[in-house]
């Protein structure tokens, strides 16, 4: 039987064309620099976005999230010191 309405993706927007310094993980995931669109009021802004190894997203930031998401990743850099810390203490005791 022939199937006559075959649904294909197509993305207008995605990939974006004008990208900004691709970076390419040994896993075959990639990040980049595009100019978006903010949702709020439609303004260009620079958006850092993580891609698979088939240019599906994973997840994205602007700088906002990114620099929100830079403090956290220290946080929690100190969080794991301080652990691994304790846990030397407790094995040495």
Same mark, same amino acid.
């Given at each position: 039987?022939?199937?006559?309405? /075959?649904?294909?993706? *197509? ?5 974006? =064309?004008?990208?900004? *310094?691709?970076? =390419? ?8 620099? %595009?100019?978006? =669109? *903010?949702? +709020?009021?439609? =303004?260009? +802004?620079? #958006?850092?976005?993580? #891609?698979?190894?088939?240019? /599906? ?6 700088? !906002?999230? %990114?620099?929100?998401? +830079?403090?956290?990743?220290?946080? #929690? ?8 810390? +304790?846990?030397?203490?407790?094995? /040495? !005791?």
């Amino acid at each position: 039987m022939i199937n006559l309405f /075959h649904i294909s993706k *197509r993305y207008i927007y995605w990939p974006p =064309k004008k990208k900004i *310094r691709t970076l =390419k993980f040994p896993s075959g995931k990639k990040c980049f620099i %595009f100019i978006g =669109k *903010r949702d +709020e009021d439609g =303004k260009e +802004e620079p #958006v850092l976005c993580f #891609v698979d190894n088939q240019n /599906h997203k994973l997840t994205w930031m602007n700088e !906002e999230e %990114f620099l929100n998401f +830079e403090k956290l990743a220290k946080k #929690v850099k100190e969080q794991n010191m301080l652990m691994e810390e +304790e846990y030397r203490k407790s094995f /040495h !005791e």
